[in-house]
């Protein structure tokens, strides 16, 4: 399970959000790549109502915030059985286009 994720060629420091300069070294070499990013929940939080009715489409949805290993807090929709310090693996959200999911790490690396 792989969440395209953006890369400085210069440093190695991973990028989040994704942006035109490296946050480490300012490079402007910057390269989007497929890896493997685990992390922590850090926050959670529930949105309930929204300007944007598809945000909420379905139901109210679970929020986090990841802190990973690469250095970055990426925001995520939370899974069902992540909370607050579940560690998990992010991947891109199949039914919500530029999301990012969270899911539980043991699950996924038991499946
Ligand atoms: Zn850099």
Redesign the pocket.
């Known amino acids: 399970m792989t969440l395209p994720l953006q890369f400085?060629r210069?440093?190695?420091?991973a990028q989040y959000p994704s942006r035109d300069a490296?946050?480490?070294?300012?490079?402007d070499a910057l390269e989007v790549r497929d890896e493997t990013v685990t992390g922590t929940v850090v926050s959670e939080g529930t949105i309930h109502r929204s300007l944007d009715p598809a945000l909420v489409a379905g139901g109210p949805l679970r929020i986090g915030a990841v802190a990973s290993p690469l250095g970055v807090r990426i925001i995520a929709l939370l899974a069902p059985g992540v909370a607050a310090g579940s560690c998990v693996i992010l991947s891109p959200c199949p039914d919500r286009p530029g999301a990012i999911i969270a899911h539980p790490a043991q699950q996924v690396q038991a499946s």
Do not use: D, I
């Open positions: 400085c210069t440093c190695g420091a490296c946050r480490v070294c300012l490079s």
